[in-house]
């Protein structure tokens, strides 16, 4: 990166403004709240530095230039999150920053420590254990240590669950005792409410089906087990409480529970957790509710690190609060979010590292301007950064942004729709990110002119199929979503689940009018999939060893007629034929008496596709479909090697066809000062 870029990236992070004006505060562990803040007399927790900057405002008002809290190496341990509100505000040229001081690891931690370990001695429990473990296995009584709010996993609904109390040892997540210990077991047979093997999606108020499997028989007696299972579908998960086995028939049943009836069907897979009676294998972990007691077996011995369990949910969160920047902090084991956003302008966590979070690293919800910069994120149990503002009535944009963050291995609680990256409602970008091994969507959006840029993601969609890595966000896509940017990323290595195939770009039913143009797609197994969509520009894309370059289908005559009825009504709730969709949006004026659920104005032109088929395209589609110059089984030459150069050599055969050089230098995570850290490691998922 130029050192002129470096400077306007700084200049638009507002830094430069209170590097030499700003006030400054410390905070450190070994502080003390009744200090005065003072280099020499810092205070020990975030929050007095927060009432201290209340109090100065207050008084002599905001200095010029801002405020800096700078937070000394080692460790916070939070009881509470750091609440701001707008009384927390900076101002554009005098901002508030919370900091790690230079060249120090600031920890913000949400969990506590976890001491007293022993050995398991009550032989009931170690009944409950298989021979092989009960001498590895270790126990803690988190009652006797003060911690009480034992939480467990709850509001399970598809897509979502909470794991309320977490484990951590080593810095990383331990594994809540499970059967099987990797992979899923199989339902056998879905039974109906006669208890006889149903076809199809079986419905029934007992969720009865046969498992093959002999080891849920020592499960009976066991208390608070839960499935946590793909039911019917590879792209809909849902977390159930067991709630009776029957050894002798081998069967299991998840109900019957009030007002509830479940769905399953014969083939699809499942697996249980929180189960004492299954922690057979190194970093497992279950916890006793009724008697706070812990149980554990340590993969390394425990004096060679510290085990910890979450127990503040959100870490940081802001309500209205404006010019307020987190820089070089180290967020982690929280059973929420590490910061949450709602409403204000211009917050922006840069240079950070999130990890170890129950849900997602940064969740924002409307305001403006707000960016998640610089930051290393993993090990969340749900998604990277959500960002989510604008208003599709008036098409105001947020212009909030993730750019040059590397968002890897999240979602190992909740596996599906859960992003790296999410840009909602309208005018927001993902920029020059690099997201890899996350098991569903690496980048979801959703709304209107959203800017998906320079992004290199890999090793993505491995949980499921019937998904993008880059994919429109149910429910209810529909036509008025317009005006999205998909250019210049690299997506490779995508496969699908169990290699059974999945997308790079998915525009599902019917969202249209997209720019997917100069991006690289090699070895993914269908690199675009427009699901029905209108308008939608595929331009200048380079095609390498992929399943299928495209499939364009016409499911809006079919199968899915019915998203034009809500479609219609959200165009008339959105005042189409009015300033400022009619300006914005012309094509939409007489969208309703042109066959609006027909794939129309979709455009394949000057792109390369090299190594592996061309597209698929509906027969009700095909018409309609405009192709143009593209270069298909013709080898385009390349200056070097495919994928280590992806340049075309000057004889290449695209040059007359107009095809324009994609700048792959810029593509994925620069080097700058707000990068967390520097060079960025990644590795492609076997």
């Not at 409480?241 to 299991?252: G, H």
């Not at 009724?290 to 510290?306: C, H, M, Q, V």
């Not at 503040?312 to 010019?323: E, F």
């Not at 210049?488 to 599902?508: A, P, T």
């Amino acid at each position: 990166m130029s050192k002129l870029a470096i400077a306007v990236t700084a200049a638009v992070l507002g830094l430069a403004s209170y590097a030499a004006a700003a006030v400054t505060l410390y905070v450190a562990p070994y502080g003390n709240d009744a200090n005065p803040g003072a280099a020499d007399r810092p205070f020990a927790t975030l929050q007095r530095a927060r009432d201290e900057i209340r109090q100065r405002k207050a008084g002599a008002g905001l200095p010029e230039g801002g405020i800096i809290v700078e937070l000394r190496g080692g460790v916070y341990e939070l009881s509470q999150p750091l609440e701001l509100t707008q009384q927390d505000s900076g101002a554009p040229a005098a901002p508030i920053v919370y900091r790690a001081s230079r060249g120090e690891t600031a920890r913000v931690v949400g969990g506590r420590e976890v001491t007293g370990w022993r050995p398991v001695a009550d032989p009931a429990i170690l009944a409950r254990l298989d021979e092989s473990v009960r001498a590895h296995v270790r126990q803690a009584d988190l009652k006797a240590q003060g911690i009480t709010d034992l939480e467990g996993i709850g509001s399970a609904r598809t897509y979502q669950s909470d794991p309320g109390l977490e484990v951590f040892f080593q810095d990383k997540p331990m594994t809540l005792a499970r059967y099987p210990n990797s992979g899923y077991l199989t339902i056998a047979s879905a039974l109906d409410t006669g208890g006889k093997p149903g076809t199809g999606i079986v419905a029934s108020p007992e969720g009865k089906f046969a498992c093959e499997d002999p080891r849920p028989a020592r499960w009976t007696k066991e208390k608070d087990v839960w499935l946590h299972g793909f039911w019917v579908w590879d792209w809909a998960d849902l977390r159930i409480p067991l709630c009776s086995i029957d050894p002798a028939a081998r069967t299991i049943s998840l109900g019957p529970r009030p007002g509830q009836t479940f769905q399953m069907r014969t083939g699809q897979w499942f697996y249980a957790e929180n189960l004492l009676p299954e922690l057979d294998s190194p970093g497992e972990w279950c916890l006793d509710r009724d008697t706070a007691i812990l149980y554990f077996w340590p993969p390394a011995p425990l004096e060679s690190g510290k085990v910890v369990v979450s127990l503040v949910r959100d870490l940081v969160r802001l309500d209205g609060a404006s010019h307020v920047t987190f820089r070089g902090l180290l967020f982690e084991a929280g059973r929420g979010s590490a910061v949450v956003v709602q409403g204000g302008d211009d917050v922006r966590v840069v240079a950070c590292t999130i990890r170890n979070m129950g849900n997602w690293a940064v969740k924002v919800y409307g305001g403006a301007r707000h960016g998640v910069v610089g930051c290393d994120i993993y090990q969340t149990g749900q998604g990277g950064v959500h960002l989510e503002g604008g208003d599709r009535k008036t098409l105001t944009p947020a212009e909030h942004y993730a750019e040059n963050n590397h968002i890897h291995h999240t979602a190992r609680w909740d596996p599906v729709y859960q992003q790296g990256v999410t840009v909602f409602g309208v005018g927001n970008r993902a920029t020059h990110n690099l997201i890899d091994n996350v098991p569903h969507i690496a980048i979801g959006f959703t709304g209107n002119d959203q800017t998906i840029e320079y992004n290199e993601i890999h090793s993505a969609v491995f949980q499921s199929n019937d998904a993008g890595a880059i994919y429109t966000s149910p429910p209810d896509e529909t036509w008025s979503m317009r005006g999205h940017k998909i250019r210049y990323n690299y997506l490779h290595n995508i496969h699908g689940f169990q290699g059974k195939g999945c997308q790079g770009v998915y525009l599902d039913d019917c969202f249209s009018s997209a720019d997917i143009s100069g991006n690289i797609f090699y070895d993914v197994a269908t690199a675009i999939l427009i699901g029905g969509g209108r308008d939608n520009l595929m331009t200048n894309n380079l095609f390498l060893k992929c399943g299928l370059a495209f499939s364009i289908d016409a499911r809006g005559l079919g199968w899915a007629k019915g998203v034009g009825t809500f479609a219609t009504q959200e165009l008339i709730d959105l005042n189409y034929r009015q300033p400022p969709w009619s300006v914005k949006y012309p094509e939409l004026l007489n969208i309703l008496e042109d066959e609006p659920l027909a794939p129309k104005g979709n455009v394949l032109a000057r792109n390369i596709c090299w190594g592996g088929p061309w597209g698929r395209t509906q027969a009700e589609a095909l018409p309609l479909v405009k192709f143009e110059d593209n270069l298909i089984d013709v080898d385009p030459r390349f200056a070097g090697a495919p994928p280590a150069d992806f340049r075309l050599a000057g004889d290449s055969p695209a040059h007359k066809l107009g095809f324009q050089p994609i700048p792959v230098d810029k593509i994925g995570v620069y080097q700058s000062e707000d990068r967390a850290s520097w060079p960025v490691e990644h590795s492609l998922r076997p």
